[in-house]
Nanobody
Framework: QVQLVESGGGLVQAGGSLRLSCAAS????????MGWYRQTPGKQRDLVAT???????YYADSVKGRFTISRDNAKNTVYLQMDSLKPEDTAVYYC??????????WGKGTLVTVSS
């Protein structure tokens, strides 16, 4: 089992920056990939960025060049640096991981609100 806890959401003006953190605990050695999704009311949860272990990072087209995913293995934490934020980035952001059995794990989410 893997537990994920997000932090770092909040209110920011358009053009500003936020950094989200996701701390993993439990069976961390089984994790094969970690990433971030986001969801707005009435819509599906969309992939924002992923960082597979030993693989290439992936970004949704809507965030390329503005968001950066990174990982600190010593702290078992993955980050999402969000720059040049736009009102359309407003969403609940969820940390995601899957393990070597392809079990999916989710954090509870953190709200990011970007005002215009």
């Amino acid at each position: 089992q893997v537990q994920l806890v997000e932090s770092g959401g909040g209110l920011v003006q358009a053009g500003g920056s936020l950094r989200l953190s996701c701390a993993a605990s439990g069976s961390i050695f089984s994790i094969r990939s970690m990433g971030w999704y986001r969801q707005t009311p009435g819509k599906q949860r969309d992939l924002v960025a992923t960082m597979p272990s030993g693989g290439s990072t992936y970004y949704a087209d809507s965030v390329k060049g503005r968001f950066t995913i990174s990982r600190d293995n010593a702290k078992n934490t993955v980050y999402l640096q969000m720059d040049s934020l736009k009102p359309e980035d407003t969403a609940v952001y969820y940390c995601h991981a899957f393990d070597d059995r392809y079990m999916n794990y989710w954090g509870k989410g953190t709200l990011v609100t970007v005002s215009s």
